[in-house]
């Protein structure tokens, strides 16, 4: 039963952790989020060891329980982990396309757009 007992406190540990790890997530505090994946690793390492060790059919129901809510927290949090994903795409796109609207009105010998930085010729400082 001693294996069992580890496993219940193992679980809420990881419980504990998830819940913080979604706040994280919530609040878009991705450098934060980051800096736990150790320490969830090394939870979920011992979860497996521990789990490894019982007969998940004789676990008492409660233990049971709180391996679901596991799996159930730990959806949740991939689904605010790929928000957060969608959201940092969409930042590095916007950025890409403010360099693409830096044009300043300058044109190339075949009539496009250029970047004022891209234009080959000569500038007059306007006094």
């Known amino acids: ?24 997530l919530k609040r878009a505090k991705i ?6 994946s ?7 390492r011992n979860f497996q060891i521990e789990l490894s060790k019982v007969n998940v059919a004789s676990l008492p129901p409660r233990t ?19 928000a957060v ?6 930042v590095v796109s ?4 403010l360099n693409a609207d830096a044009l300043v009105g300058t044109y ?3 009539g496009c757009k250029v ?3 891209g234009a080959a010729g000569k500038y007059r400082k306007k006094v």
């Open 1 to 24: 039963m001693e294996s069992a007992d580890t496993l219940s406190k193992i679980c809420e540990d990881i419980q504990t952790f998830l819940l913080k790890e979604c706040d994280l």
């Open 31 to 36: 450098r934060e989020t980051m800096e736990l």
């Open 38 to 44: 150790t320490r969830k690793s090394a939870l979920l």
């Open 64 to 82: 049971r329980d709180e391996v679901a809510a596991i799996r159930v927290l730990a959806q949740e949090n991939e689904k605010h982990f790929l």
């Open 85 to 90: 994903q969608n959201g940092l795409r969409s």
């Open 94 to 97: 916007r950025i890409g396309m």
């Open 108 to 110: 190339g010998p075949y």
């Open 115 to 117: 970047s004022f930085s």
